[in-house]
């Protein structure tokens, strides 16, 4: 069992930057595949960024790619989005996930179903 609580979300305008943080509980952080999630209103939740479990393989939606950066510190137990030249269309409730597994993500690190456990969301704002 994983808990994840995201910190970091808040108020920028456009252009500026922000640092998301997933704190994870438990003492195997680094047998999970990390990801990170977000949900604008009234549309579904979407991928963002994921992370293998060393760190090595990095992933991004093509929408964020360039500005976005996701990384990892495994003796913290901690995933971080570092999020730059954000604009208003980045607003969302930004989730951390993550999934115990072993081997190669590449081909489900942008599903929902490939986590199995989710934090409870931050809010990240972009004004124009």
């Known amino acids: 069992q994983v808990q994840l609580v995201e910190s970091g979300g808040g108020l920028v305008q456009a252009g500026g930057s922000l640092r998301l943080s997933c704190a994870a509980s438990g003492r195997t952080f680094s047998s999970y595949a990390m990801g990170w999630f977000r949900q604008a209103p009234g549309k579904e939740r979407e991928f963002v960024a994921a992370i293998s479990r060393s760190g090595s393989n990095t992933y991004y939606a093509d929408s964020v790619k360039g500005r976005f950066t996701i990384s990892r510190e495994n003796a913290n137990n901690t995933v971080y989005l570092q999020m730059n030249s954000l604009k208003p269309e980045d607003t969302a409730v930004y989730y951390c996930?993550?999934?115990?597994?072993?081997?190669?993500?590449?081909?489900?690190?942008?599903?929902?179903?490939?986590?199995?456990?989710w934090g409870q969301g931050t809010q990240v704002t972009v004004s124009s």
């Open positions: 996930a993550a999934k115990r597994f072993l081997g190669y993500i590449g081909p489900y690190h942008y599903t929902e179903s490939f986590y199995d456990y």
